[in-house]
T-cell receptor, first 115, second 113 residues
Framework: DSGVTQTPKHLITATGQRVTLRCSPR?????VYWYQQSLDQGLQFLIQ???????AKGNILERFSAQQFPDLHSELNLSSLELGDSALYFC??????????????FGPGTRLTVL | DQQVKQNSPSLSVQEGRISILNCDYT??????FLWYKKYPAEGPTFLIS?????DKNEDGRFTVFLNKSAKHLSLHIVPSQPGDSAVYFC????????????FGKGTHLIIQP
């Protein structure tokens, strides 16, 4: 158990809909990262938050957005869903910024299926 | 453009022997490297990391070697055990690990009894 929790575990929805994925980081971690794992693209970095502020963006679509709340949990919002958005979505957390011991610990993931 | 490459999709090793997993990278800005182990439908599990200021890091049965001039790193598992069978991902980051990780496609390690 990494200490990172994600809900829900599974999500099935239809094209055009909007969903919210939730992540609680490990106790004490200030950084939260979101990743997408699809069959063809592998594990891809989407976005990072540090202590409530957006820190870095990766390959995140404009239809996707995220935020980190004062209690440090984070939510990833996916809208206007398409079939190709079906994937595993992982959240990871780490203590901070570039300390050299900045290993990211991953949650169990949310499996999103868009029908 | 794949910045982190794991050229062996799979590797089969006998129990008790050494497993060597390889990874190459192209981005010179990467200065922090990690190995993760992953089972299907689970999140990646952190194994070991190395900063670019080092060329070797050990943790129990796991050792990671970094060759900066060749932009190459490897993970050695000695001795290999049946529970090591999983997909292993190499990942890299810039700014001392502060950036999001760039992952390789993974190597499926199979430990044979």
């Amino acid at each position: 158990d990494s200490g990172v929790t994600q809900t829900p575990k599974h999500l099935i929805t239809a094209t055009g809909q909007r969903v919210t994925l939730r992540c609680s980081p490990r106790s004490g971690d200030l950084s939260v990262y979101w990743y997408q794992q699809s069959l063809d693209q592998g594990l891809q970095f989407l976005i990072q938050y540090y202590n409530g502020e957006e820190r870095a963006k990766g390959n995140i679509l404009e239809r996707f957005s995220a935020q980190q709340f004062p209690d440090l949990h984070s939510e990833l919002n996916l809208s206007s869903l398409e079939l190709g958005d079906s994937a595993l979505y992982f959240c990871a957390s780490s203590p901070g910024l570039g300390t050299g011991h900045n290993e990211q610990f991953f949650g169990p993931g949310t499996r999103l299926t868009v029908l | 453009d794949q910045q982190v490459k794991q050229n062996s999709p799979s590797l089969s090793v006998q129990e008790g022997r050494i497993s060597i997993l390889n990874c190459d990278y192209t981005n010179s800005m990467f200065d922090y490297f990690l190995w993760y182990k992953k089972y299907p439908a689970e999140g990646p599990t952190f194994l070991i990391s190395i900063s670019s200021i080092k060329d070797k890091n050990e943790d129990g049965r796991f050792t990671v070697f970094l060759n900066k001039s060749a932009k190459h790193l490897s993970l050695h598992i000695v001795p290999s055990q049946p529970g090591d069978s999983a997909v292993y991902f190499c990942a890299a980051s810039a700014r001392g690990g502060a950036d999001g990780l760039t992952f390789g496609k993974g190597t499926h390690l199979i430990i044979q009894p």
